[in-house]
């Protein structure tokens, strides 16, 4: 087996590679489709509609995780005069008394506390994949690594390739590109793409008139125009790093308009992530009105809000303008998307959603063989008005009490049929039962 098909430049992260695979193909799809349609090969153009389509896809997800969001907004107010109730209470009665109440706000509306992890957990490993994709671009589509196969074949046949690229690789500070070694100790064939995939046009032209590749070099040349063709994007060619043009203007007297493009990459990408995080309901900067650690928490959550915009920028210099591509053509789509979702569940009604969680979470307490909420809820307030009697009132003595528990065990175990104290029975015993399993 060719473990070099498998290792190299894919990811072998368990998951996450697997989905990366797939979104490979959809972009190698896009790819053709691009080419055989409209004849047009540019990469950067597949990353805008790879980005489309795959948020388009995460839709049902984008909604369940907004919808939550909402709900979210509109239970703080409760849950946080429940924290406040019980600041500073450390005892396990307290504790247990506060997340029973937090726990009956949350089944008031509906919801589950860990709603939004299940989307978060469901999106996060889709958006890795979609990171490597747009990083590992040959590593993926097959279309765009053909073009690499014929200088690759011609530089596996040159004795000492792997110092010579190695070489090359430190005297231009390549910082991006690895060779991967295989047994023999030689560069494999998936590295070397990398390497030429991570050339600039300059890189390029340089590689051609070494003297140890010039029996090859019109190949070289040949594989250059086709990248070059297909990396280039405003100008700009989507390997390069944006700091990179940026640098050629004030060092070399390089072109202002492609520096401009360049910085536009960054500026945009902070702009987009800002556009972002404006539109997504943020429940969790509500006003903690004088709790410790929910004013914290979102003072938290705020200074994150203005930071990780600032990270995509300064990221966006130094990576390549694809990845800077992909980061404001993916905020954009999801900015759309919360714009519409947003309109949309600000015209529902929130009893109407409230009701239809309820629904939803009634159905699945059928489905696991469970009562109703609501009857376990009637149950569980029965027992406590039991408990009440059993602990005793002022002015009545032990026999007084032990009488009026006894009747009322006696009352609740006659229960007329139907009656809430027969279905609050009936959840005892079930929950009785499981307890013995």
């Known amino acids: 087996m060719n473990l070099e098909l498998f290792l190299a430049t894919k990811t072998g992260t368990p998951i996450i590679g697997q989905i990366a695979s797939v979104m490979g193909w959809i972009m190698d799809g896009i790819y053709k489709m691009l080419d055989g349609l409209f004849g047009i090969q540019n990469i950067g153009l597949c990353i805008i509609i790879f980005s489309i389509l795959i948020f388009a896809f ?83 589509v097959g279309s765009v690594k053909n073009i690499f196969t014929g200088v690759v074949d011609n530089l596996l046949a040159v004795n000492g390739y792997t110092d010579i690229l190695q070489q090359f690789i430190t005297d231009h500070s390549m910082t991006r590109v690895r060779l991967v070694m295989d047994s023999a100790g030689n560069a494999t064939s998936n590295s070397i793409v990398d390497f030429l995939y991570a050339l600039s046009p300059s890189q390029w032209k340089e590689l051609a008139q070494m003297d140890q590749f010039s029996g090859f070099s019109d190949a070289i040349t040949k594989a250059s125009g086709n990248i070059s063709k297909m990396q280039g994007f405003c100008g700009l060619n989507i390997a390069d790093q944006p700091l990179y043009y940026i640098m050629e203007f004030f060092k070399n007297h390089g072109s202002l ?10 500026v945009l990408a902070w702009a987009t992530q800002m556009l ?60 759309a998307q919360q714009f519409a979702i947003n309109r949309h569940l600000d015209k529902m009604n929130i009893d109407d959603l409230v009701n239809e969680n ?80």
């Open 58 to 140: 995460m839709t049902p997800l984008q909604i369940k995780q907004q919808k939550f969001s909402k709900l979210s907004a509109i239970m703080q107010p409760e849950i946080q005069k429940i924290q406040k109730k019980y600041q500073g209470k450390k005892d396990q009665a307290s504790m247990m008394k506060m997340n029973e109440e937090t726990q009956a706000v949350y089944q008031k509306y509906g919801v589950s506390p860990t709603g939004s992890c299940v989307q978060l957990a469901i999106q996060m490993p889709i958006l890795f994949a979609l990171y490597q994709v747009i990083y590992r671009i040959p590593a993926y």
């Open 257 to 266: 308009l492609l520096a401009i493009v360049a910085l536009l990459i960054p």
């Open 276 to 335: 972002n995080l404006k539109l997504m309901p943020q429940a969790a900067t509500q006003p903690a009105d004088g709790n410790d650690q929910a004013s914290a928490m979102a003072n938290s959550m705020k200074t994150m809000n203005m930071v990780m915009p600032l990270m995509s920028a300064f990221f966006c210099f130094t990576f390549p303008v694809g990845l800077g591509i992909y980061w404001i053509a993916s905020a954009v789509v999801r900015s």
């Open 358 to 437: 309820m629904r939803k979470m009634e159905a699945k307490r059928a489905k696991e063989g469970l009562p109703p909420q609501k009857i376990t809820n009637q149950a569980h307030q029965s027992v406590k008005n039991i408990n009440k009697i059993d602990k005793g009132m002022s002015g009545t003595d032990e026999n007084s009490r032990a009488k009026k528990v006894e009747d009322a065990y006696e009352k609740a175990s006659h229960a007329k049929a139907g009656s809430i104290t027969a279905k609050a029975n009936l959840v005892r015993d079930f929950e009785e039962r499981n307890k013995k399993k």
